[in-house]
């Protein structure tokens, strides 16, 4: 599948629209993905790289005991913009008990993102009572997309207390389709692929008349 230099710059750009916060100072981004993951590369280290910030990176282990979430937690220090997929719910237990800890988590965080799978909406809910407990009013929020979207389509901003509802990227669109007793989201715009190397087939099949694709079924 092609990325282009195009897919990466517009994707930054649409963050910026949303989250303005990118711009107000450099910012440090926790991050536990893998920098060859489209959301890990092309995502979190395009959007250090686009607005000079420091990526603060974080060992993905296969399973963490009580005292490695702690340390993770406390090493977070005073970090701008946490990002990782929806591993980080056994951490929750530590920071609703501790106050101390909760409070240096939030100190200076402007925005935690989850993607890659749907969170309980309890889990919100647990967040937004840490976040007041913790005087700091950073917003838990969710974005979507693919490899093919680069991988941003759809995103939340962060005026938003809940991370479910997405609006389009800036000149990106966005359509609906009846599937399987379910809906079928496609993407068109400057972030989407042009297609996949050296497999005309496959790009073929891949866009509608509308030239949009990028599908997922929800």
């Not at 963050?15 to 995502?43: I, K």
Request: proline share 5%; hydrophobic share 35%; glycine share 8%.
């Amino acid at each position: 599948m092609i990325n282009t230099q195009r897919m990466l710059t517009v994707n930054q750009e649409q963050y910026a629209v949303v989250w303005p916060f990118l711009e107000d100072r450099p910012q440090v981004l926790v991050d536990w993905l893998p920098w060859n993951h489209t959301f890990g590369g092309n995502n979190n280290f395009g959007m250090m790289l686009r607005n000079g910030g420091t990526s603060n990176r974080r060992r993905q282990a296969r399973s963490r005991s009580h005292r490695s979430h702690r340390r993770e937690l406390e090493g977070r220090l005073a970090d701008d913009l946490l990002q990782r997929a929806p591993r980080l719910r056994p951490a929750h237990a530590l920071l609703e008990k501790d106050a101390a800890l909760r409070r240096s988590f939030f100190r200076d965080l402007d925005c935690m993102v989850y993607a890659g799978a749907s969170l309980p909406q309890t889990c919100g809910a647990h967040a937004a009572a840490r976040r007041r407990r913790a005087r700091r009013a950073a917003p838990l929020i969710s974005a979507w997309g693919s490899t093919e979207t680069a991988p941003m389509a759809t995103v939340c901003t962060t005026r938003r207390s809940r991370g479910h509802h997405r609006a389009a990227g800036a000149g990106c669109e966005l359509k609906l389709l009846p599937a399987a007793g379910k809906l079928e989201a496609r993407v068109k715009g400057p972030n989407v692929t042009p297609g996949y190397w050296g497999r005309d087939d496959l790009t073929k099949a891949a866009f509608d008349e509308e030239a949009t694709t990028a599908s997922a079924t929800h």
